[in-house]
């Protein structure tokens, strides 16, 4: 049976989330940022047709755009929001796979019967429903694969919300679109396909199986049959643990404060573990980032013996990498811990002389996730002052 994907993206998803809490803002520009000295990281199409670029640092765009309303971040509000629209189109169909906080892929084969609906009337509905529900805009590109459901996805960005590529339309497209302009080709990879002469999809598909394998990899052969409609990746609707977790912040002013420093570092500490145990995952690798108020990063990073979750033994390596990379005569306006060499908590031994260590830590650690499950986040804090 062909499959029919759908890739589910929502619109300037911060500032929307935004709008949708407070509707004062609908209809303005707004842009959503990392606090006073980050950067834009959302934009409202008002926002973006005063030319204000994605990425542009706050305090320049405050100066430059000065009719824009600027709004730091709120994650939390975001994630509500995310899992909002996602518990929507779990409803909606069996299989659907998170790619990020505000994407998401939908299986849509069979549902036209379920529904009474055409695949294109479907997507409307869907995003109907979203908007009606939670007040999120969202732009749908529908088609036979993943790679072509996300390409459609940014042309419905640019009509009504709703994009389908079918394979007639497909033979119109790929001539006139850029190699580039596909998600898996990168701009390294853009490089090295002009250098072969290839500029436009249409172009890469005719290349065989054989030369991009040999020229390249099957990665690339799978992309090709993709683009030509053929479904290669399949939605995968089960847990994906991620392979890396990061925590920073920026704050304002700049500072050199080596007690307010390690504070700003014990909450990354402890927001990154809750994640880790979330997962039921270990950390191998604990990295520590400083950025000076000119926006050069020290970064350094350390090998654990063993494996670990506990905010209780982390701190102690963490404040270790901190003392090294730390310069008083330095300020300082954002930091950041990193765990990397993430693995499954079951699957490591422990030895008879430090099971009860690790029992005696596992147990304070899911005493502390249980109390914030209960109370909320933040409403019991570990310290080293």
């Known amino acids: ?46 926002a973006k047709q005063y030319g204000l670029p994605m990425g542009y640092p706050v305090f320049m765009a405050k100066k430059e755009y000065k009719n824009v309303i600027y709004i730091k971040g709120n ?36 549902l036209c019967k379920l529904y009474k609906k055409n695949y294109y009337d479907l997507a409307v509905y ?24 996300k390409f459609a996805s940014d042309y419905a ?15 119109k497209i790929l001539p006139n679109t850029k190699i580039d302009s596909i ?22 598909v005719q290349k065989s199986d054989e030369w991009l394998k040999s020229k390249y990899s099957i990665t690339y052969v799978e992309l090709k049959h993709e683009i030509l409609g053929e479904s290669i990746y399949n939605i995968f609707s089960g847990y994906k643990a991620p392979k890396s977790i990061q925590e920073t912040s920026t704050f304002n002013p700049a500072t050199n404060d080596i007690s307010f420093l390690k504070n700003e570092l014990n909450k990354h500490i402890k927001d990154a573990c809750r994640k880790l145990r979330k997962h039921e995952l270990k950390t191998s690798v604990i990295g520590v980032m400083l950025k000076t108020k000119d926006f050069v990063v020290y970064y350094d990073k350390l090998n654990l013996e063993k494996p670990m979750d506990s905010e209780l033994e982390i701190s102690k390596n963490v404040f270790k990498l901190f003392e090294k990379i730390y310069n008083q005569n330095l300020l300082y306006r954002s930091s950041g811990v990193v765990l990397e060499r993430l693995s499954e908590k079951s699957i490591h031994q422990t030895t008879l002389f430090s099971e009860q260590t690790n029992e005696k830590t596992e147990h304070l650690s899911k005493t502390i996730d249980k109390i914030e499950q209960k109370f909320g986040k933040g409403s019991i804090k570990t310290g080293f002052l």
Do not use: W
């Open 1 to 46: 049976m062909e499959r029919i994907y759908a890739l589910v993206d929502c619109d300037s998803f911060f500032v929307s989330c935004e709008q949708a809490v407070n509707p004062e803002l609908k209809n303005k520009p707004v842009a959503v940022t990392g606090g006073e000295y980050g950067c834009v990281v959302s934009r409202s199409k008002e």
């Open 75 to 110: 994650h939390e509000l975001y994630k509500d929001f995310s899992n909002k629209v996602i518990n929507i189109l779990k409803n909606f169909s069996p299989n659907v796979e998170v790619c990020s906080i505000d994407e998401a892929y939908v299986d849509f084969t069979g």
């Open 157 to 171: 960005k640019h009509v009504a919300g709703v994009y389908l590529i079918g394979k007639s339309k497909l033979k």
């Open 183 to 204: 998600c898996g080709i990168g701009r390294r990879m853009k490089v090295a396909l002009n250098k072969e002469g290839i500029l436009t999809c249409g172009e890469f």
């Open 126 to 149: 869907l995003r109907e429903k979203i908007l009606n529900e939670i007040d999120i805009p969202v732009s749908i590109g529908v088609s036979t694969t993943k790679t072509l459901a």
